[in-house]
Nanobody, 127 residues
């Protein structure tokens, strides 16, 4: 029922900016929490940012606070991740996903609470 497609990745210099987009389809999009995640080579997937169904609440991992902004446009079925002041440590494959499991957790949940992963988009930040 849900399909996600990420775009907007690329190669940038440290201090540069990128805007990632996640195009979503499916009945649950407008009522679901959406998240951006990333996975670097040899590392497990980690949280980057999440946004509640109506955009009223957001969560960011400490390492991106003040630099990244997550937003959504439910009318267009799009979720964005604006990334500013990029650092080499931000280099990873970025994916979006829908929160699937809600019981026994916070509103934004954990990595394992999400599903319908997109293919991901590569972000590379050079020194």
């Amino acid at each position: 029922q849900v399909q996600l497609v990420e775009s907007g990745g690329g190669l940038v210099q440290a201090g540069g900016s990128l805007r990632l987009s996640c195009a979503a389809s499916g009945r649950t999009f407008r009522s679901g929490t959406m998240g951006w995640f990333r996975q670097a080579p040899g590392k497990e997937r980690e949280f980057v940012a999440t946004i509640s169904w109506n955009g009223g609440s957001t969560y960011y991992v400490d390492s991106v606070k003040g630099r990244f902004t997550i937003s959504r446009d439910n009318a267009k079925n799009l979720v964005y991740l604006q990334m500013n002041s990029l650092k080499p440590e931000d280099t990873a494959v970025y994916s979006c996903a829908v929160r699937m499991i809600v019981y026994g957790s916070t509103w934004y949940g954990t990595v394992r609470d999400y599903g319908y992963w997109g293919q991901g988009t590569q972000v590379t930040v050079s020194s």
